[in-house]
Structures are given as structure tokens and as C-alpha cells.
């Protein structure tokens, strides 16, 4: 069975920094896109970024210079650091798994976590 | 980038009803082999999205086929053909065509 489980959301200082991780299970995500979306309170979905199956990352415009997405191969997880952070960076992040089919790289996203809360306050 | 819209925003429905959320891009969604780059997830109360289409028209599995999508282009439409209560949640479609991937602002259904 493919699951994702996230973890290290926290309460954290404006301008500080947080990790967060996304364990896979049944799958191996080197061999796979990965995302990660997030949902401030109250509002919709936002896609933050994605790192392709060759390792391309990708980023919003909103984080695009403090957060960092990467992997690990040996822990089969997939990692997104984020510095610098705003008020705004609060929300839910859900890690996501992509499937593809034809010439895409990440058609949908597909299962998702049950998501790791940030909250950016002082 | 790409933007999403979607209508109406908010949709009441009563059970065995039909109901139609229509979604529109800024720029067409078609790529090669005739995909439509539009996915639609639903996102029911206090849980994480789930996919219920992919690529406009092909339903997830363990999805009933109450659910179908289609369109082309710029223009999609997901319905469902008799709601039943456990359909509540917000429904948002989403481009995967080019990133940054960019979602509708959803659409939340209740039942009335």
C-alpha cells in the first residue's frame, strides 16, 4: 500500500527555519516526482514544489529562494527546508506523490499525507 | 502562469440530485497524445485532498462511477450524477500541464 506520513511541522518565529519530511512507504521515491502543497488556515490549495524523478526541483514563486526541496535515498523520504519564514508560510503541508502518463513528468498528484502543520508567529 | 477558476464557489444539492462545477483555464490544458493536462481532487472535512480524476477524465481508483470529467481546451466540468452526503467537501480541479501547478479556488458542496 503507497503511504505518505509527514512530520517536524512546529510552531516557529518569523524568520526562522524548519525542516520537514515525508516518509514513503511501499514505493521508492528516487524512482518517482514528489510535491508538496500547502493550505493556510481557512484557505485553498497551493503548490509549493516538486523535485522530478531526475532530481529537477521546482518552486513557487512565494518560497522560490528560502525553502529547499531534496531527498534521501537511503531514508526513502523527501524533505523540504524552509528558511526565512514568513507569517504567511503558515499552513498545512501535505506531501504528495506524482503519477504520470504520456509525455508528463507529473500529470496528478496521488495519494497525499495526512499533512504537518506550520505555524509562523512571534 | 496559469489560472484557475472555477463556478460556482459554492454549490447546495440535495441528495440524489445532480450537480455540475465547472472549471476554466487561462490557457489550454491540451498537450501531445490529446491529453488534457486537469485533475480534480476533493477535499472532505477535516481530511486531506483525494484525487477522484486525472487527466479530465479517467476516474481514481475506488472512485464511484457517480463521478465523470470532461472537456477540453480551457473549459472542464466535473458532475456527479446523484450526490449522496458523503460527496461534501470542496472540489478543486488543478493544471499539471507546466509548473507551478496551480489550482481552482474550489468549490464547496453541502448537502441541503
Known amino acids: 500500500d503507497v503511504q505518505l506520513l509527514e512530520s517536524g511541522g512546529t510552531l516557529v518565529q518569523p524568520g526562522g527555519s524548519l525542516r520537514l519530511s515525508c516518509a514513503a512507504s511501499?514505493?521508492?521515491?528516487?524512482?518517482?516526482?514528489m510535491n508538496w502543497v500547502r493550505q493556510a488556515p481557512g484557505r485553498g490549495l497551493e503548490w509549493v514544489s516538486s523535485?522530478?524523478?531526475?532530481?529537477?526541483?521546482y518552486y513557487g514563486d512565494s518560497v522560490k529562494g528560502r525553502f529547499i526541496i531534496s531527498r534521501d535515498r537511503s531514508k526513502n523520504t523527501v524533505s523540504l527546508q524552509m528558511n526565512s519564514l514568513r507569517v504567511e508560510d503558515t499552513a498545512v503541508y501535505y506531501c504528495?506523490?506524482?503519477?504520470?502518463?504520456?509525455?508528463?513528468?507529473?500529470?496528478?498528484?496521488?495519494?497525499w499525507g495526512q499533512g504537518t502543520l506550520v505555524t509562523v508567529s512571534s | 502562469d496559469i489560472v484557475m477558476t472555477q463556478s460556482p464557489l459554492s454549490l447546495s444539492v440535495t441528495p440524489g440530485e445532480a450537480a455540475s462545477i465547472s472549471c476554466r483555464s487561462s490557457?489550454?490544458?491540451?498537450?501531445?497524445?490529446?491529453?488534457?493536462?486537469l485533475d480534480w481532487y476533493l477535499q472532505k472535512p477535516g481530511q486531506s485532498p483525494q484525487l477522484l480524476i486525472y487527466?479530465?477524465?479517467n476516474r481514481a481508483a475506488g472512485v464511484p462511477d457517480r463521478f465523470s470529467g470532461s472537456g477540453s481546451g480551457t473549459d472542464f466540468t466535473l458532475k456527479i450524477s446523484r450526490v449522496e452526503a458523503d460527496d461534501v467537501g470542496v472540489y478543486y480541479c488543478?493544471?499539471?500541464?507546466?509548473?507551478?501547478?496551480?489550482f481552482g479556488p474550489g468549490t464547496k458542496v453541502d448537502i441541503k
Open positions: 504528495t506523490k506524482c503519477n504520470n502518463q504520456g509525455s508528463g513528468w507529473c500529470n496528478w498528484f496521488d495519494p
Open positions: 511501499g514505493f521508492t521515491i528516487s524512482n518517482n516526482a
Open positions: 523535485i522530478s524523478a531526475t532530481g529537477d526541483t
Open positions: 490557457q489550454s490544458l491540451l498537450y501531445t497524445y490529446g491529453y488534457n493536462y
Open positions: 487527466l479530465t477524465s
Open positions: 488543478v493544471q499539471s500541464l507546466r509548473v507551478p501547478f496551480t
